[in-house]
């Protein structure tokens, strides 16, 4: 395996876990909590390192035509739905697939060497990652690790003191999920190790998801107990100090991946680009875009509520996706570096959203929002479907 020693020692988790820790602030006790101020401070940042090319012994070039991808989840990546998906991207004008490496609870999608701390939270799902990043270069397939950062139930569960604590007891969502806390360097650094990680197995991208703080974080910020780690002080602003968190990551992050010459990537919501920031998550668009290489925001149609004068979104893919756009360029305008614009668009059925509400999505549907997107300048795209079934005979370059 194409892996080079972790130039960091770990002792976040007994055993490891996927971000990596280097750093020991320590952890408030909820009575600490309870007397919290929290702001920005600054962070130190490493030392910079001389800047060399990471040779993974894979040649892959950025597609002189932007990145039309799709997701793909570790077990299609590691068994037989793979080539299908090969197949997909071959007779297609795809040409780029968005790869599991940490899944959404929190696990490895392969098995790295036994003495990786990241072993123990390892899942055997891409039985043999070489082969498969061999077969993506064969087949001049561009490769893009996702990694879910701060949505991560192995690690909180392994380490409570890195989660958020309800009553002494690990605080979950409604869908069990639970999550780690963006204030806290040790999980800065976990992450990004296992980025390091995909890199040296030749992941020309790190596309990091789940960059912020639980849903709806706002209406429990007085009631869970966490530490703060370094923005302790300042005027209780925890709007400003989530926004603040998140940004930093994003930062640190793209400090840290400096030396491998690879790019960056955030997914972010869609709705963040819409308002000045979303104060219970920490996301602010314009500040996470100015920290990265490519903004992938999530506008699924499906996924908004009634939204630029559109009462029921998921019927009107083209629309929804017309406007988005329209706000998103309007931002990035602004920015003097703006990232490439690279959005998540809808290639499955919401029928969750009940009778009137949704509609079958196929090709007509996921047609128009490419269209949408190209009309405002928008030619990269990537398609989700969490169980990876991707609709045919859909025109992907028009």
């Not at 999980?187 to 995909?198: G, H, K, Q």
Request: glycine letters at 8%; one cysteine or more; a negative charge.
């Amino acid at each position: 395996m194409k892996m080079l020693m972790l130039i960091c020692v770990f002792s976040l988790v007994g055993a490891g876990t996927a971000f990596a820790a280097e750093t020991g602030t320590s952890i408030a006790t909820g009575k600490e909590h309870q007397h919290k101020a929290v702001a920005k401070t600054a962070l130190e940042l490493p030392n910079d390192v001389a800047r060399f090319l990471y040779d993974s012994g894979y040649q892959f070039a950025y597609p002189e035509d932007g990145v039309r991808g799709i997701y793909v989840t570790g077990n299609s990546a590691g068994g037989e739905r793979f080539s299908n998906l090969l197949e997909l991207i071959n007779t297609t004008d795809l040409n780029a697939m968005v790869i599991d490496i940490k899944e959404d609870h929190g696990h490895l999608t392969y098995r790295p060497e036994e003495d990786s701390p990241f072993y123990p939270i390892s899942k055997n799902y891409i039985h043999d990652p070489e082969q498969l990043m061999k077969t993506l270069e064969e087949n001049e397939v561009y490769p893009i690790a996702r990694i879910v950062v701060f949505k991560d139930s192995v690690l909180a569960e392994q380490q409570p003191e890195l989660s958020f604590l309800d009553g002494g007891k690990i605080w979950k969502n409604g869908r069990g999920e639970a999550f780690v806390n963006p204030f806290l360097k040790e999980v800065w650094d976990y992450n990004i190790a296992i980025a390091e990680e995909a890199v040296k197995l030749g992941f020309q991208e790190i596309q990091f998801d789940y960059v912020r703080f639980p849903e709806g974080f706002e209406r429990r910020d007085d009631v869970l107990q966490y530490s703060v780690g370094e923005y302790e002080g300042g005027d209780g602003d925890h709007v400003q100090s989530r926004v603040a968190a998140v940004t930093d990551f994003v930062s640190y992050a793209k400090e840290r991946l400096e030396k491998y010459d690879v790019d960056v990537s955030v997914d972010i919501f869609g709705y963040s680009a819409t308002i000045t920031e979303a104060p219970g998550i920490g996301q602010n668009f314009s500040k996470i875009a100015n920290e990265v290489d490519v903004i992938s925001s999530m506008i699924y149609p499906s996924h908004w509520t009634p939204y630029f004068g559109i009462d029921k979104p998921d019927l009107f893919p083209y629309e929804l996706t017309r406007e988005y756009a329209k706000v998103e360029n309007g931002i990035l305008a602004q920015l003097d570096n703006p990232p490439v614009s690279r959005p998540w668009i809808q290639d499955f059925t919401a029928s969750w959203l009940g009778s009137g509400n949704y509609q079958p999505y196929g090709k007509e549907e996921v047609e128009d929002q490419i269209r949408a997107l190209n009309e405002q300048g928008i030619n990269e795209f990537l398609l989700w479907n969490a169980t990876n079934r991707y609709t045919a005979g859909v025109d992907y370059k028009q």
